[in-house]
Nanobody, 115 residues
Framework: QVRIVESGGGLVQPGGSLRLSCAAS????????MGWYRQAPGNQRDLVAV???????NYADSVKGRFTISRDNAKNTVYLQMNSLKPEDTAVYFC?????????WGPGTQVTVSS
């Protein structure tokens, strides 16, 4: 069984920064990719940033240059450094893990950008 724990969400003013963490534990196996998606009220869940096994990354256009995804393979942990946050970044952020045919979601962490 795989357990995914997210942390680092919260309330921040526009222009501020937050760092999200996602740690996977249990029978994780060989991870193909880990990443972050987000969902605002009334919207679909969209990709924010992912990092694949070889180290390549992919970002949504709306966060390029502001967000950075990184990982610690030894800890099965992925991070999302979010800088220059905007009100439109407000959403629940979900961690995604793909390992072989298995796909997992974390429970989500709320990020609110507001003055």
């Amino acid at each position: 069984q795989v357990r995914i724990v997210e942390s680092g969400g919260g309330l921040v003013q526009p222009g501020g920064s937050l760092r999200l963490s996602c740690a996977a534990s249990g029978s994780v196996g060989s991870i193909n990719f880990m990443g972050w998606y987000r969902q605002a009220p009334g919207n679909q869940r969209d990709l924010v940033a992912v990092i694949i096994a070889g180290g390549s990354t992919n970002y949504a256009d709306s966060v390029k240059g502001r967000f950075t995804i990184s990982r610690d393979n030894a800890k099965n942990t992925v991070y999302l450094q979010m800088n220059s946050l905007k009100p439109e970044d407000t959403a629940v952020y979900f961690c995604r893990l793909v390992s072989g045919a298995a796909r997992y979601w974390g429970p989500g962490t709320q990020v609110t950008v507001s003055s």
